[in-house]
């Protein structure tokens, strides 16, 4: 198989082929290990594991022989750096974890093992996925394959950049304030959030409930069918989202009917947030596509004031306190992470069951907001991908803080409430002059708790009517 034929393939083909044993999942692993080499120019990853890789491949096609029909069957798919794996490098983007290695795989890695997937290596992530840029000290940024001058976004910069640049069909990444949508609308790829509870947390404890895993990946389907190898309960969970009747997959085949739709373009988090006009032309024409698809289409107030969102920071820096580090690691910390560990130190334990207890408050009032629509369409980043180096500023990790809520007023609301978003690549805009860049710009759905399948199924629609340019090919 040609490189170019491989950068082609979407995961259900992939997998179709190599279940079919049309293709093996060693020929597979060796031409992504061969794009990998070429290609990672963006800083997509920390390591590639080309043995761990060959042995995945190996073991896929040995269960394929044995008549296994495995969902992921041969799927190339790299492993975020925030989570383990076994024998690998495991930094989790700071200084302060060199040379660590992963002790064993994180249970993530096993689902997607099971699945027959073929880990090429370890994706690059900013320092324990607190901020929404990937540029990790001590390497250089990660940056999105549609511009090299500009900013990946984050924490799943390098999940991203590897799938756009096509070295992967879809990629490990995860979700705590936008950190899958943002990288996503950064590099034109799809990225879904999905309701809390509907993955498992595994291994961790699940905390405030913020944060969730998935992919990033060039195709609906392909998420759709990522999510149906990850849903569902595993023992311990305490809590879960119910499974959508029939899978994922399938819902994609089912194209809603009319949905009542609330266009939102001011921002919530940061009143003061400055909209790029591409943005909202993106999310403009969005609704235009959905108008034509037979959606009723009015404008969704903003859920709650600006400053009610302090809970969130609250709860953001007790997080990273939380990162269970021993005290001589802290100067090798970035600015931005010590400022946050030190807020996190300023909270008291009322403070915190306050912001827990706001949080909760503001799911039911959202609710109650939005109960007219069942999908809220925004525009996923206020400004197209951020130069690189913008967002960031160690003299002021306040100022970055700030910085980073006004380049993603929505994405963090969908983290509170526990509902699902995903982000589309349904425009592209040139910025800076007609000779500039074609740069990509997202656009972001979200529903109510529960109905991933419903957003799943509207957004193969619009990839139908309105097919966006595969990167990476």
């Known amino acids: 198989m040609r490189a ?34 070429q290609r990672d120019q963006y800083g997509a990853f920390t ?65 997607f093992a099971e699945a027959g997937t073929t880990m090429l290596g ?3 992530t900013p320092e324990f996925g607190l901020p929404c840029y990937t540029e990790p000290d001590g390497r250089p940024p990660t940056v999105t394959p549609w511009d090299v001058t500009r900013s990946a976004g984050g924490s799943s910069g390098g999940a991203a950049a590897a799938v756009a ?11 705590g304030g936008g950190s899958i949508r943002i990288p996503a609308s950064a590099c034109g790829l799809v990225g879904l959030k999905v309701s809390r509870g509907l993955i498992s947390p595994g291994a961790r404890p699940p905390g405030p409930g913020l944060g969730t895993e ?27 989202a119910p499974l959508a009747p029939g899978g994922y997959l399938a819902a994609c085949e089912r194209a809603p009917e009319r949905l009542r739709v609330g266009l939102l373009t ?26 034509g698809l037979g959606h009723e289409v009015s404008e969704a107030p903003v859920a709650f004031a600006a400053e009610r969102w302090e809970a969130f920071r609250s709860v953001w820096a007790v997080g990273a306190l939380g990162i269970p580090l021993p005290a001589e690691a802290e100067p090798a910390l970035t600015p931005l992470t010590r400022w946050l560990r030190e807020r996190g130190r300023s909270a008291t334990g009322l403070e915190y069951a306050g912001a ?28 197209p991908p951020a130069p690189v180096g913008s967002l960031r500023d160690d003299a002021d990790p306040s100022a970055d803080f700030e910085a980073q809520m006004r380049f993603t007023p929505w994405t963090s609301v969908f983290n509170l409430t526990g509902r699902p978003a995903i982000s589309l690549p349904l425009h592209n805009a040139r910025i800076d002059g007609a000779d500039s860049p074609v740069l ?12 991933d399948d419903v957003l799943l199924g509207l957004s193969a629609a619009l990839e139908l009517v309105a097919p966006w340019e595969r990167p990476g090919r």
């Not at 988090?269 to 959905?290: G, K, M, Q």
């Not at 827990?356 to 400004?383: G, H, K, N």
């Open 122 to 124: 370890k994706t690059a």
């Open 356 to 383: 827990m207890a706001a949080i909760q408050v503001l799911t039911r009032e959202v609710a109650q907001t939005w109960a007219d629509f069942d999908v809220i369409v925004s525009p996923t980043l206020a400004q």
């Open 440 to 451: 990509p710009i997202g656009v972001m759905l979200g529903a109510p708790f529960g109905a």
């Open 47 to 111: 390591c590639l594991a080309p043995e761990r890789a060959m042995a995945d491949a190996r073991r896929t096609d040995q269960r394929v022989a044995a008549g296994e029909r495995l969902p992921l069957a041969g799927v190339p798919n790299p492993i975020k750096d925030l989570n383990p794996v076994e024998g690998l490098p495991w930094q989790a983007g700071s200084s302060a974890m060199r040379g660590v290695v992963g002790p064993a795989d994180d249970p993530i890695v096993g689902w």
């Open 4 to 37: 170019d034929e491989y950068t082609g393939l979407s995961a259900l083909q992939t997998a179709a082929a190599v279940n079919s044993r049309e293709l093996s999942a060693v020929e597979v692993a060796e031409v992504a290990l061969a794009v990998a080499e």
């Open 165 to 175: 640049a096509g070295i992967a069909p879809i990629a490990h990444a995860s979700d």
């Open 214 to 240: 998935g992919v990033v990946s060039r195709t609906v389907r392909d998420t759709a069918l990522a999510l149906d190898v990850l849903a569902g309960a595993r023992p311990g969970d305490t809590y879960w």
């Open 266 to 291: 001011t921002p919530v988090i940061a009143a003061d947030a400055e909209v790029h006009a591409a943005c909202l032309d993106a999310a403009a024409r969005a609704a235009l596509l959905l108008e």
